[in-house]
């Protein structure tokens, strides 16, 4: 059974900061490209970050320069650290991990979401 659970989530003032964690089960961590997405009121959930198991990682333009993803594979967590934060960074925060296999199979897991506020 795979369970992906989020941990880091609040509220924060403008320009603060705040440490997602994602702590996965159920899956060879190291196999998955892990990711995080947001999906704030009234819009679609968008990519935020993602980092694959050799530790490439992809960042949205929204996001270059303040936040940074890394993964610790012996602790099967993925993190997102989130600095300058801004009121539009607010809303939902989404674990992900996603694998595919040789044959193109494609298997991908969603956490339940990590709520982040940001006051101005």
């Known amino acids: 059974q795979v369970q992906l659970v989020e941990s880091g989530g609040g509220l924060v003032q403008a320009g603060g900061s705040l440490r997602l964690s994602c702590a996965a089960s159920g899956i060879i961590f190291s196999r998955n490209t892990m990711g995080w997405y947001r999906q704030a009121p009234g819009k679609q959930r968008e990519l935020v970050a993602a980092?694959?198991?050799?530790?490439?990682?992809t960042y949205a333009d929204f996001v270059k320069g303040r936040f940074t993803i890394s993964r610790d594979n012996a602790k099967n967590t993925v993190y997102l650290q989130m600095n300058s934060l801004e009121p539009e960074d607010t809303a939902v925060y989404t674990c992900?991990?996603?694998?595919?296999?040789?044959?193109?199979?494609?298997?991908?897991?969603w956490g339940q979401g990590t709520q982040v506020t940001v006051s101005s």
């Open positions: 992900n991990a996603k694998r595919v296999t040789n044959t193109l199979s494609v298997h991908e897991y």
């Open positions: 980092i694959t198991g050799g530790e490439s990682t």
